[in-house]
């Protein structure tokens, strides 16, 4: 085996995992968006993540996860079987698109955002979202607008 052929390697499964993303793309229903597509050939497991703008239930995944199956998709691509599993993306996950945000109006973030170029963290309230801005609500602050472009890293805070 020559050194050319485990340099392409890669490459050529990068690209079929973007096809099998973007097939599997277009079989979910309005709403519902892929987050991540990952495939373990030590476990055959192919493990999907999905969220959705309304909340993620068991009647959900169920019905991606036939959507997936019946298309014959994973049966084309990996012809020695691999086990689907479709999952949410969970309450710990980032947030990382506009509709997750809206999804989360009223609950305490930890957000970390870009100011003049260095991170700054803290904890708010997110108020209200538009396709670009989140407002947020500080206990020690007026309410600001913070650009979704400025958001390095933001989370659901779990209390209990």
């Known amino acids: 085996m020559t050194d050319e052929k485990w340099v392409h390697a890669p490459t050529f499964r990068f690209l079929e995992m973007d ?9 979910l229903p309005d709403g519902v968006f892929l987050l991540d597509l990952k495939e373990d050939y030590h476990q055959c497991v192919v493990n999907c993540v999905i969220d959705a703008e309304k909340p993620v239930d068991l009647d959900l995944t169920t019905t991606v996860s036939r959507a997936i199956n019946d298309s014959g998709i994973l049966d084309k691509e990996y012809p020695d079987g691999m086990v689907l599993q479709v999952s949410s993306a969970g309450i710990d996950a980032p947030l990382k698109y506009v509709y997750q945000y809206r999804k989360n109006i009223g609950r305490v973030i930890s957000i ?3 100011r003049y170029g260095k991170p700054y963290s ?3 309230q997110i108020l209200e979202v538009t396709d670009d801005s989140v407002l947020i609500q500080r206990s020690s602050a007026a309410d600001e607008w913070i650009p979704i472009a400025d958001i390095i890293h933001a989370k659901v805070l779990i209390k209990f």
């Open 112 to 114: 970390t955002v870009d």
């Open 122 to 124: 803290l904890e708010a």
């Open 19 to 27: 096809m099998i993303q973007k097939h599997i793309k277009a079989l």
